[in-house]
């Protein structure tokens, strides 16, 4: 499997995974604090155990009564210092130092993995905060170009995996002291123990080395797996209600299943490598071992109990490689997870859109349109357009469908900038002012009206709790809403259900309204508010519309007959893009 075989749409990976170095770098950066608690109570640890692991050379030395144990530089050393402090090197007090030592690396260990398992999780929660951030940050433009279902997928499973980088990567620092101290105690004990180890650990990469690349490919595959198969699914059941009334969910299915099994088979080739170096280590490391004692007890300067020790020391540095390696095969194979976010995160960053400029006018007189040009690519919308937008009014933008009349509303909120020409408020160029200030004066309802499943109370307010009940009664009450929500035993904590499935299509409208108005806007905005309603609701609406026009200065973007009749003026975009081209 490679990357050429995914589909089309998803966004893509770096060429490049990072290297080890410079991911552990990243991540001392992020929380310096807790990098240096975790890698300090790892070498602490690694070091009580390495006094736990010296301590045996004296005590197999006494139980095998070998004065040529304690002839060794380990055990002498050991000795040495135990006498120094006062303390008798018999079997009592060697094994209190083993248990002692055992239990501070015990201790230690867990004091460095509790804070490993606290940094797992903030790692997850930062990558999750940083790319929610940079899309809320992004211009418009850049949600049209990127699949919208593959950030769902970063936020839950590539930002968790992401995290499991960070696990595998403290797990690679601890397991590099720890065969560091290791091979330090067998080099003092006996050089050919030490080269042995080295040599043995050499094989062990060398042999299950090719594991860890088809972990690391098959990640990669995970991750556009994942991604599209997301993406498929939002797309699927966001129209699922037309799939299911022309019976074709069967065909949406059998999609969702190819792609299902690629990966299922990403997944299978994830288990293989992980279960299989696992069985591999343990056969690997037990027949060097016994190899190399084969050839150990051949010669004579080695006693029984300098034999048993390095045998001991053999079997725990090359077990530590092991571990070294399945966290390296960790580390790997959800690597291209933790690349795919931070890639997700740069895009966004990178879209972000300009904030500076000055505050916004109050909207007092006009929106004007002076002589402005646009175009997508090579396919040009307008030309030399020009009308003005009087503050007080209702206005209406007539025309038909595709003459461009949710472009100019793009272009009047800041989402495009002109080619040519500008747009002024209140006579200050749009270009001049900051778009996030100018917006907090807009209030925004869409053709595609979308609600979240949720309550009332949690659609017109979108989970800003500063808004008292009060207030959100009265931008019901505005929006022609209160009614249908005041019959309801739940009132405003009614759950609309999925998309407001659970609400006529007039009154979706209506808290869409409401959602708008409760920020008090100078400008309301309704893009086609009547195309999808029935002729009785359609004239509720615009009964509802010219009352808020009273306060209000409204756009009204539609081609419906209907919304014209309520207007102070009406402008045909179609006449004007004629007459100015």
């Not at 951030?133 to 850049?142: D, E, I, K, V, Y």
């Not at 930002?159 to 105690?185: D, E, N, R």
């Not at 307008?382 to 461009?404: D, P, Y």
Request: proline share 3%; aromatic share 6%; hydrophobic share 45%.
């Amino acid at each position: 499997m490679t990357e050429e075989n995914f589909g089309p749409g998803q966004v893509s990976l770096p060429t490049k995974q990072t290297p080890i170095l410079k991911l552990l770098a990243e991540y001392y950066r992020e929380s310096p604090r807790k990098s240096v608690i975790v890698l300090g109570s790892l070498l602490l640890s690694a070091v009580a155990d390495g006094i736990g692991l010296v301590s045996i050379f004296p005590l197999l030395s006494v139980i095998l009564d070998e004065t040529a144990g304690n002839s060794s530089p380990v055990g002498a050393a050991v000795t040495e210092a135990l006498n120094y402090i006062g303390v008798e090197a018999n079997i009592t007090n060697l094994f209190i130092v083993i248990v002692a030592s055992s239990f501070l690396k015990g201790a230690l260990v867990m004091t460095a993995m509790v804070q490993v398992g606290y940094a797992v999780a903030d790692v997850a929660t930062g990558y999750r905060l940083k790319l929610i951030r940079a899309l809320m940050a992004a211009r418009w433009s850049f949600f049209l170009q990127h699949p919208i279902g593959s950030f769902g997928n970063a936020l839950g499973l590539e930002a968790q995996s992401a995290a499991s980088v960070y696990l595998a990567a403290a797990k690679l620092a601890a397991h590099s002291i720890q065969i560091l101290i290791y091979t330090i105690i067998a080099f003092a004990a006996a050089w050919q123990a030490s080269v042995a180890a080295l040599i043995a650990a050499a094989i062990i990469l060398l042999v299950l080395g090719r594991l860890v690349t088809i972990a690391k490919k098959a990640g990669v595959v995970r991750v556009h797996a994942y991604e599209i198969l997301q993406q498929r699914l939002s797309d699927a059941l966001q129209g699922i209600k037309p799939l299911k009334a022309m019976s074709s969910e069967g065909r949406v299915a059998k999609m969702l299943e190819s792609e299902s099994q690629v990966l299922n088979n990403a997944l299978r080739i994830n288990v293989f490598t992980k279960t299989g170096m696992q069985a591999a280590q343990e056969p690997l490391i037990i027949a060097m071992l016994a190899a190399g004692l084969i050839i150990a007890t051949g010669r004579t300067e080695f006693s029984t109990g300098t034999l048993i020790v390095l045998g001991l020391v053999f079997v725990r540095t090359t077990s530590r490689v092991a571990d070294f390696q399945k966290a390296l095969r960790d580390l790997r194979s959800h690597q291209a997870f933790r690349d795919s976010i931070d890639n997700k995160i740069r895009m966004a960053t990178a879209a972000a859109e300009d904030s500076g400029g000055q505050a916004a006018p109050p909207f007092s007189t006009k929106l004007e349109i002076e002589q402005v040009d646009f175009s997508y690519g090579d396919a040009p919308v307008f030309k030399n357009l020009s009308l003005k937008v009087e503050a007080g009014e209702i206005t209406t933008i007539f025309g038909s469908s595709g003459v461009g009349k949710s472009t100019l509303m793009d272009l009047i909120t800041g989402f495009y900038e002109p080619d040519k020409g500008q747009i002024l408020i209140d006579g200050i160029p749009l270009s001049a002012i900051s778009k996030p200030s100018w917006r907090k004066k807009i209030g925004f309802v869409p053709q595609e009206m979308f609600l979240f499943h949720d309550s009332i109370r949690n659609n017109v307010t979108l989970g800003d709790t500063s808004y008292s009940d009060a207030e959100i009664q009265d931008a019901l009450t505005k929006a022609d809403a209160w009614g249908f929500v005041s019959d309801s035993p739940e009132g405003i904590d009614l759950i609309v259900g999925e998309r407001g499935g659970k609400l006529s299509g007039g009154q979706r409208q209506r808290v869409s309204i409401a959602r708008a108005l409760i920020r008090k806007p100078r400008l309301l905005i309704l893009d086609e508010p009547t195309t999808a309603l029935d002729p009785a609701a359609e004239k509720r609406i615009c009964k509802t519309l010219k009352n808020i026009g009273q306060d209000v200065t409204l756009l009204l973007i539609s081609h419906q007959k209907a919304v014209a009749d309520i207007a102070d003026k009406v402008l045909d975009l179609e006449e004007l893009v004629r007459s100015d081209s």
